[in-house]
């Protein structure tokens, strides 16, 4: 069986400092930013006219994400005049905000991550809430992805490990997608599964450059990102990359009602959902540490009851969730309190 997109289009970085200031001046003419505080106040002067750019009162609409409610989202990216560009300056959130702004009004894309948590700049889906469940509307590619180490560098160091975890997770999807293809026939790509396991032994082995945030740490999580995408668009699915660590991270989500760091929540997760898999999680726990980035429950935010709960209610919770693909929960007919807290065990 032949891959379903051997070639697939990437959002392709620019690596370096003040990459703003190098960008053409028309896209400066009536910019609408997405954006938060603190990346903010590092740019606006870009965005001013002592920035040689445009009077940033007049002609730049700044709003600053505080959600991503669909009914909110699709609000206020219909209530800007004509514009020459969107810019989404800042976390996940102003990312994925101006990727639907300029996904709805076909609008030029600047994206310039302040934080390397989450993968929304690497990935064309368009994400939104609704309620405490994420959906993805629609799809669009950055004209500019501009990964800029002064910005990043100055977010806490916590939330550039975390970026760590959307590639950690490749150790349990490519369990669960295995598992998958012998259990039900569902097709699986050998050449995709090593390279993705290439891409984890990679960070695994590096993982002080990104736990002191130096620009070769920042780079490889970056490109590690670019071709995990790539490889998830190779075979028109997540299994590279995301599988049962991921569902159990949604599930934790859905019933706390709580907001998470969600590199973090992931991590927990991989070794919780790594346990329930059989599998060897030591190496990821070790990695961890190394890293700095601490993943045990308290830490995170999550109690061990709000856990235990949650991995109980997972094998109903993807059976529901009907677009999740096969993984070691829905294997199981049912997880009882005590098998639950058995895997527990193992890992904390």
Same mark, same amino acid.
């Given at each position: 069986? #032949?891959?379903?997109?051997?070639?697939?289009?990437?959002?392709?970085?620019?690596?370096?400092?003040?990459?703003? &200031? %190098?960008?053409?001046?028309?896209?400066?003419?009536?910019?609408?930013?997405?954006?938060?505080?603190?990346?903010?106040?590092?740019?606006?002067?870009?965005?001013?006219?002592?920035?040689?750019?445009?009077?940033?009162?007049?002609? =730049?609409?700044?709003?600053?994400?505080?959600?991503?409610?669909?009914?909110?989202?699709?609000?206020?990216? &219909?209530?800007?005049?004509?514009?020459?560009?969107?810019?989404?300056?800042?976390?996940?959130? @102003?990312?994925?905000?101006?990727? +639907?702004?300029?996904?709805?009004?076909?609008?030029?894309?600047?994206?310039? $991550?302040?934080?390397?948590?989450?993968? =929304?700049?690497?990935?064309? =889906?368009?994400?939104?809430?609704?309620?405490?469940?994420?959906?993805?509307?629609?799809?669009?590619?950055? /004209?500019?992805?501009?990964?800029?180490?002064?910005?990043?560098?100055?977010? $806490?160091?916590?939330?550039?490990?975390?970026?760590?975890?959307?590639?950690?997770?490749?150790?349990?999807?490519?369990?669960?997608?295995? *598992? @998958? #293809?012998? !259990?039900?026939?569902?097709?699986?790509? $050998?050449?995709?599964?090593?390279? &993705?396991?290439?891409?984890?032994?990679?960070?695994?082995?590096? #993982?002080?450059?990104?736990?002191?945030?130096?620009?070769?740490?920042?780079?490889?999580?970056?490109?590690?990102?670019? *071709?995990?995408?790539?490889?998830?668009?190779?075979?028109?699915?997540? !299994?590279?990359?995301?599988?049962?660590?991921?569902?159990?991270?949604?599930?934790?989500?859905? !019933?706390?009602?709580?907001? +998470?760091?969600?590199?973090?929540?992931? @991590?927990?997760?991989?070794?919780?959902?790594?346990?329930?898999?059989?599998?060897?999680?030591?190496?990821?726990?070790?990695?961890?540490?190394?890293?700095?980035?601490?993943?045990?429950?308290? =830490?995170?935010?999550?109690?061990?009851?709000?856990?235990? /709960?949650?991995?109980? %209610?997972?094998?109903? +919770?993807?059976?529901?969730?009907?677009?999740?693909?096969?993984?070691?929960?829905?294997?199981?007919? &049912?997880?009882?309190?005590?098998?639950?807290?058995?895997?527990?065990? !193992?890992?904390?």
């Amino acid at each position: 069986m #032949g891959l379903p997109n051997p070639n697939p289009r990437v959002a392709e970085p620019t690596f370096g400092s003040n990459l703003l &200031s %190098a960008l053409p001046a028309e896209l400066f003419e009536r910019p609408i930013v997405h954006t938060q505080p603190e990346p903010w106040v590092l740019v606006r002067k870009l965005f001013e006219g002592d920035g040689g750019r445009t009077g940033m009162s007049e002609q =730049a609409r700044v709003h600053m994400v505080t959600t991503m409610e669909h009914g909110r989202v699709r609000e206020v990216s &219909s209530s800007f005049g004509p514009a020459s560009a969107v810019f989404g300056i800042g976390g996940g959130s @102003a990312l994925d905000h101006a990727k +639907y702004t300029a996904w709805t009004r076909g609008l030029p894309l600047v994206l310039v $991550p302040s934080l390397l948590s989450v993968d =929304a700049a690497f990935t064309k =889906a368009v994400g939104v809430r609704e309620g405490s469940r994420v959906r993805y509307v629609g799809e669009v590619y950055p /004209d500019h992805l501009l990964i800029d180490y002064p910005l990043i560098q100055a977010a $806490p160091e916590l939330l550039n490990r975390a970026g760590a975890g959307d590639i950690l997770s490749i150790f349990t999807a490519l369990w669960d997608w295995k *598992e @998958a #293809g012998a !259990r039900l026939g569902e097709a699986y790509f $050998p050449d995709v599964a090593a390279k &993705s396991a290439r891409l984890l032994d990679r960070l695994l082995g590096n #993982g002080r450059a990104l736990g002191d945030v130096t620009p070769e740490g920042l780079r490889l999580l970056a490109e590690q990102n670019v *071709e995990e995408v790539r490889l998830c668009e190779m075979v028109g699915t997540s !299994r590279p990359e995301e599988g049962s660590e991921h569902y159990l991270a949604y599930c934790i989500e859905a !019933r706390t009602g709580g907001h +998470y760091l969600h590199g973090q929540l992931v @991590a927990l997760c991989i070794v919780v959902a790594g346990a329930a898999q059989g599998q060897d999680v030591e190496p990821i726990r070790t990695y961890l540490d190394r890293l700095g980035l601490d993943w045990r429950p308290e =830490a995170v935010g999550v109690t061990r009851e709000q856990l235990a /709960d949650a991995l109980c %209610a997972m094998p109903a +919770y993807v059976r529901e969730e009907k677009q999740l693909l096969p993984g070691v929960f829905h294997f199981m007919e &049912s997880l009882s309190p005590e098998e639950a807290e058995a895997i527990l065990r !193992r890992v904390l």
